[in-house]
């Protein structure tokens, strides 16, 4: 079945250290998310890639970086410039097609990120 | 205001009907989404409406929209225990970048037995 796969599920994260999320996706999708969600702030984009080898910054990209090396995959990476990262990550796709077309965004399952 | 806005809690009796409100920020948005997400999982696409309909009906989900005021719902009919979640609303933006999506904080909708 076609779909988005994060992974780990659950992820520790020591003082210091960077940690890189995975996304897979095998929708044919354009387009990838990273979003992160914290309690009772809905979600926030962290970075988008509209095509391969190119990403923009989202609302909150600090303490951040990604890559977009094959269509397929969004890994993201938490450094340890990122002062609070313990949320839960999720990363979605969706297809770029024109404006006035429906691609919605499909989701992953999250990764769930903690600090030790 | 530039927020999607959504009430945070909602609570029903198991049998009745819920409705879930959502006002957007921008009246030519294109596509409007309701999502749901369970418990320590990712966001379902649960349905969506076109900003030149007024009202779509899916099974037990209608979504009305109403351009003037900027206002969507959603109305969960028969509401079960296995509708509780949390429930986002969506709106998406003509224009360059219209791939992004904006979120509202989500309602949770508690469903009593």
């Known amino acids: 079945d076609g779909g988005i796969t994060q992974s780990p599920k659950y992820l520790f994260r020591k003082e210091g250290q960077n940690v890189t999320l995975s996304c897979e996706q095998n929708l044919n999708h354009d387009a990838m998310y990273w979003y992160r969600q914290d309690p009772g702030q809905g979600l926030r984009l962290i970075y988008y890639?509209?095509?391969?080898?190119?990403?923009q910054k989202g609302d909150i990209a600090e303490g951040y970086s990604v890559s977009r090396e094959k269509k397929e995959s969004f890994p993201l990476t938490v450094t340890s410039a990122q002062k609070n990262p313990t949320a839960f990550y999720l990363c979605?796709?969706?297809?770029?097609?024109?404006?006035?077309?429906?691609?919605?965004?499909?989701f992953g399952d999250g990764t769930r990120l903690s600090i030790l | 205001g530039e927020d999607v806005e959504q009430s945070l809690f909602l609570s029903v009796r198991e049998g009745d009907s819920s409705v879930i409100n959502c006002t957007y920020t921008d009246s030519s948005s294109t596509y409007l989404y309701w999502y749901k997400q369970e418990p320590g999982a990712g966001l379902q696409l649960l349905t969506y409406i076109f900003s030149n309909m007024d009202m779509k009906q899916d099974q037990r989900l209608t979504v009305l929209l109403n351009k003037k005021d900027k206002h969507l719902s959603l109305r969960i009919a028969d509401t079960q225990t296995g509708d509780s979640a949390i429930y986002f609303c969506?709106?998406?933006?003509?224009?360059?970048?219209?791939?992004?999506?904006?979120f509202g904080k989500g309602t949770k909708l508690s469903v009593i037995p």
């Open positions: 979605a796709s969706s297809m770029s097609l024109g404006t006035y077309s429906n691609q919605p965004q499909h």
């Open positions: 969506a709106e998406r933006l003509p224009g360059a970048g219209s791939y992004q999506l904006t």
């Open positions: 890639s509209q095509i391969v080898n190119d990403f």
